[in-house]
């Protein structure tokens, strides 16, 4: 007998797409910086991206701040941490490989997820989703080979911490109890901000610079996590890392169409092949899901 989908499967799948696609806009955002640095734009995407939460929490009426602060757990801070650090590295990545490289890097994230999901909390893959994840895995291993050969060994290697604390965080947030996971996110966007305020050069930078920076933080990620961490409790793991390939399909195509940063041929092969498997596990598991 098929297992019943939890109430809200839809929803949560429609709050993930909208997530990616909210994340999906970082690289064409980033590539419009004029002078600042790696820690100034986290420094202050992490400060915007904080609040954000903050005040997201305090329109819900079904949060209560002070009762969420004072009962985190050890499933929390760990998620604080893996979080945070992963804002951390995603900035740098994009900034030192093209946001094609960056992203495809980060679609290892569906592989890590089912994983984890597996082992950690129980969730049985079907064949059809462990063959949309080794689809999307092999066009991963396409594209990291052109960005090797391409000179771009930094950014890749810095854009493979973002994958695993994305996947610690799905599965952190299905392990959780909680009503809610989003004070954790909040405090996530506290230690990343702190992270950067003893890295930051300078605290001053130009309008033009600090608006986008805000940008990111309020929308890119602020709106992005929102989204994911209320949709990811209704979606099982594996899917929700399958829908977040959403994002680095989308992202360079926005560069691409903004400044024209053309991808390479590895890249595009990849992302292909990425987007074949997306769409074949993505559109079988809608229509099994209403026929349930």
């Known amino acids: 007998m098929r297992a019943k989908k939890e109430p809200g499967y839809l929803r949560g799948i429609a709050l993930l797409v909208v997530s990616a696609l909210f994340l999906s806009t970082s690289g ?30 305090l329109v819900r009426r079904d949060v209560r701040i002070r009762d969420e602060l004072t009962n985190l757990g050890w499933n929390d801070l760990i998620l604080v941490v893996f979080l945070g650090t992963g804002f951390v590295a995603y900035i740098f990545a994009l900034l030192h490989t093209t946001v094609a490289n ?48 391409g000179g771009r060994s930094l ?76 949709g990811a409790r209704y979606v099982p793991a594996a899917q929700v890392g399958l829908i977040g390939l959403t994002e680095p399909i989308c992202a360079p195509i926005w560069v691409w169409w903004g400044i024209g940063e053309v991808p390479g041929s590895t890249t595009a092969i990849g992302g292909a092949i990425v987007l074949t498997a997306l769409v074949f596990d993505g559109l079988w598991n809608i229509l099994r899901a209403k026929k349930d």
């Open 155 to 230: 950014g890749n290697m810095i854009a493979l911490w973002v994958p695993i604390s994305y996947a610690v965080t799905v599965i952190l947030i299905r392990r959780s109890t909680r009503m809610h996971m989003l004070p954790a996110l909040c405090l996530a966007g506290v230690f990343a901000t702190a992270i950067s305020a003893l890295c930051i050069p300078s605290f001053s930078l130009s309008l033009h610079d600090l608006l986008i920076s805000v940008y990111l933080g309020v929308f890119q990620v602020g709106f992005g996590f929102i989204l994911m961490f209320l």
């Open 102 to 149: 960056a992203l495809f890097v980060m679609s290892a994230a569906p592989l890590m997820i089912a994983l984890l999901g597996w082992f950690v909390l129980k969730e049985r893959v079907p064949i059809r989703t462990w063959l949309a994840i080794a689809g999307a895995t092999a066009g991963l291993i396409v594209m990291i080979g052109g960005g090797f050969a």
């Open 28 to 57: 064409i955002v980033l590539r419009n910086i004029d002078t600042a640095g790696g820690w100034q734009i986290l420094f202050y995407r992490s400060l915007a991206f904080s609040v954000t939460v903050f005040l997201f929490m």
